[in-house]
């Protein structure tokens, strides 16, 4: 296909910080056909350390730099910038980004705009209602699981026939090749099972929760170490709690790490204690790394995780539960349990980067064809 006759797709995103979400719109920006599609990177925020990714692989990025979440001179800087570069398809990726960019895409006539829902937002009512008043303008919301999909649909009141859901992939073979880093540089003793813990350090993650778990549920099997790779705004709080809990020389605060994948290679285990979720990529990555998993009943773990197979899925905000389905991990990988192995085999059938990449490709396709539209002019 001539380049000037490839489907434009603008990506309009809140930031591009190292998150889960995040980095599944890199994945599909950089994964989707050159010979069919040429995307370009909007950026609601300044340069994240995920910029670089994009640079890398020839993807145009523009920085609007807004200064807050309140900035509404990012909505007119979006608009202006899409003008130049007037695409078929404009992709939103998170609630800011989501919100701007539906209005910025109806300004400009845009012939399809595609929202991506990436969480169940249970912080707060006012982002659904904002989503659910401001649904007229999108022609498809794309659900991570099928969990936000009837989340969305039963509690934030979208039109279900505008719901569909593209589940995220993760490199399998990047993860299961991974070597093993050696947590001494930071700071974990050798001789002893590590159980891992990744994600941004926020109430939603649930991270006191496992605090809690930890210091109720002692001693464990094999007296492990806990690794917690992850920054936010809760550290200082949870590093007290810690103290408080008489945790200090079991529970390490790592902070984010390049190499999240050498460290999953050297855990025994890994646990999710979200409250909510959309669907965890950090649970993927463990499974994909050969680990079993216990993880909260939240938004998309039972369509990734299988319960009593690959793991152990327990009712969220309950840490004696939470505590007992570790013990049950500890003991089973002492004693050279399969339920690893089983996760990642469910991982390289059913969740895959190219996978999803696909299914945004006819999509896009699709909804183009449908619409009948040709490129809009600034």
Known sequence: MPADARLRIAFCVTELDPGGAERALVELVTRLDPTRFDPRVYCLSGRGALVDRLDAAGIKTVLLGARSRGDLGVLFRLKAALRQYPPHVLQTWLFHANLAGRIAGWWNGIPVIASGIRVAERRSRWPLRLDR?????????????????????????????????????????????????????????????????????????????????IARGRPFPGDP????????????????????LGLDPQVHFVGWQQDVAGILKRGAGFV???????????????????????????????????????????????????????????TEYLLGGKRGAAGAERVRRHFTWDGMTAAYEVLYERLLRESGASVPRG
């Open 272 to 330: 999710l204690p979200s409250r909510w979720e959309g669907m965890p990529n950090v649970v993927l990555e463990a499974m994909a790394a050969g680990l079993p998993v216990v993880a909260t009943d939240v938004e998309g773990v039972r369509e990734v995780v299988v319960n009593g197979e690959t793991g152990w899925v327990v009712k969220p905000g309950d840490p004696d539960a939470l505590a007992l389905a570790i013990r049950e991990m500890l």
């Open 133 to 213: 008043w401001t649904g007229a303008l999108v022609d498809v919301h794309v659900c991570v699981s099928e969990a936000v999909r009837e989340f969305s649909q039963s509690v934030a009141g979208l039109d279900p026939g505008k719901l569909l859901v593209i589940p995220n992939g993760v490199d399998a073979q990047r993860f299961a090749i991974a070597a093993p880093l050696d947590l001494r540089s930071l700071g974990v003793p050798t001789g002893k099972p590590v159980l891992i813990a990744v994600g941004r350090l926020d109430r939603q993650k649930g991270f006191d929760l496992l605090l809690e778990a």
């Open 225 to 244: 170490h806990w690794v917690v790779v992850g920054e936010g705004p809760e550290r200082k709080n949870l590093e007290s709690k810690r103290s408080e």
